[in-house]
Structure formats: structure tokens, C-alpha cells
């Protein structure tokens, strides 16, 4: 991740804002890995495969924003970039779904360790 500092302020989004989606876009991403789970949809930039991951991290950091008060609206930005794996949506028409499905998945997994750590404080 970016020095939190090298974030700045846009038409769509506060520096905070783009510094935590771009976090939970990241996390979500690192929450693929095999022994997390075991996502795996792609590994190179610029296949079906990649794109299907890259819609299910910006899916993933948009319900982890609107979960943690980050930010309530979509961001048009955001829908963009989903805009651009536009390919992938027109050749499956459940493709939507299973992002959304894995995405869900990936939010639920990385609250659950700020759901953890709030019992064991309490």
C-alpha cells in the first residue's frame, strides 16, 4: 500500500476515503489466498479470469465501505473501473452474481477479525 499521505483529494472521493477503498480493495484480494479462501479465479492482468477478481475486490471494498462508514454512495470512479470488465458481464450472464456471492464472502471473513478482536476485549 501507498504512504497513506500520497492520497489526495478528488472530485468523487476525500483522501481518507481513497486511502481506506483502495486498503479494503487490496484486502479483499489478499483474502483469496488458498489458505484463506482459496479463491481463485486469476493471475494474469488482463485475462477473464484477473478481471473476475479485480470485479470481486472493487465489489468486496464497496460493501466493506458502506459496512465501516467509509462511505455510503457508490463512487462513480469505482462503478467505472467494474464498467471495464464489461466483457466478462456480457459473455456470463451469472458472472455478476458469482463476484457479488465471492465478494460477500471476502467482506464477511475480514469483519469477522474486527469481530474477534472486539470480544476479546470486552
Not at 473476475?52 to 465501505?65: D, K, P, Q, S, W
Amino acid at each position: 500500500m501507498p504512504d497513506r499521505s500520497r492520497f489526495i483529494g478528488t472530485k468523487t472521493s476525500t483522501p481518507t476515503e481513497g486511502w481506506y477503498s483502495t486498503l479494503l480493495h487490496e484486502l479483499t484480494h489478499w483474502s483469496g489466498a488458498e489458505h484463506r479462501l482459496a479463491r481463485t479465479f486469476g493471475e494474469r492482468f488482463g485475462d477473464d479470469a484477473y478481471a473476475m477478481e479485480e470485479m470481486v475486490a472493487e465489489l468486496g471494498a464497496a460493501f466493506l465501505c458502506g459496512d465501516l462508514g467509509i462511505t455510503s454512495e457508490a463512487r462513480p470512479d469505482h462503478a467505472d473501473y467494474i464498467g471495464h470488465w464489461l466483457r466478462i458481464l456480457k459473455a456470463d450472464r451469472k458472472a455478476i452474481f458469482a463476484a457479488a456471492s465471492a465478494a460477500n464472502k471476502a467482506s464477511e471473513f475480514l469483519m469477522s477479525f474486527s469481530q474477534t478482536q472486539q470480544r476479546e476485549a470486552a
